[in-house]
């Protein structure tokens, strides 16, 4: 089993910036890739980004020149930072972890809030 834990969330005004840490603890070997999903009131959860070994990343097109995902493969982390937030970016940030594809390698966090609001 994975455990993920994450932090740095919270309020922000727009056109400022926060960043996302998630710490992976546990069984760690079969993890290939890891993301950051999130989801706001009323709506499905959404991915926003994605890094898989050999640091390719993907961007939702709604962040993309404004988010940066970042990985360190040795102490199983991974970091959001969010630059010129909106109040559309407001949602609860999970992270997730995993091996793309697979049922048992496939970890989430319990989420972290974040509210962009003036």
């Known amino acids: 089993q994975v455990q993920l834990v994450e932090s740095g969330g919270g309020l922000a005004q727009p056109g400022g910036s926060l960043t996302l840490s998630c710490a992976a603890a546990?069984?760690?070997?079969?993890?290939?890739?890891m993301s950051w999903y999130r989801q706001a009131p009323g709506k499905e959860r959404e991915l926003v980004a994605i890094?898989?070994?050999?640091?390719?990343?993907f961007y939702t097109d709604s962040v993309k020149g404004r988010f940066t995902i970042s990985r360190d493969n040795v102490k199983n982390t991974v970091a959001l930072r969010m630059n010129s937030l909106k109040p559309e970016d407001t949602a609860v940030y999970y992270c997730?972890?995993?091996?793309?594809?697979?049922?048992?390698?496939?970890?989430w966090g319990p989420g972290t809030q974040v509210t962009v609001s003036s």
């Open positions: 997730n972890a995993g091996h793309p594809g697979s049922t048992f390698c496939n970890f």
């Open positions: 546990g069984d760690t070997l079969c993890i290939s890739a």
């Open positions: 890094t898989a070994d050999g640091d390719s990343t």
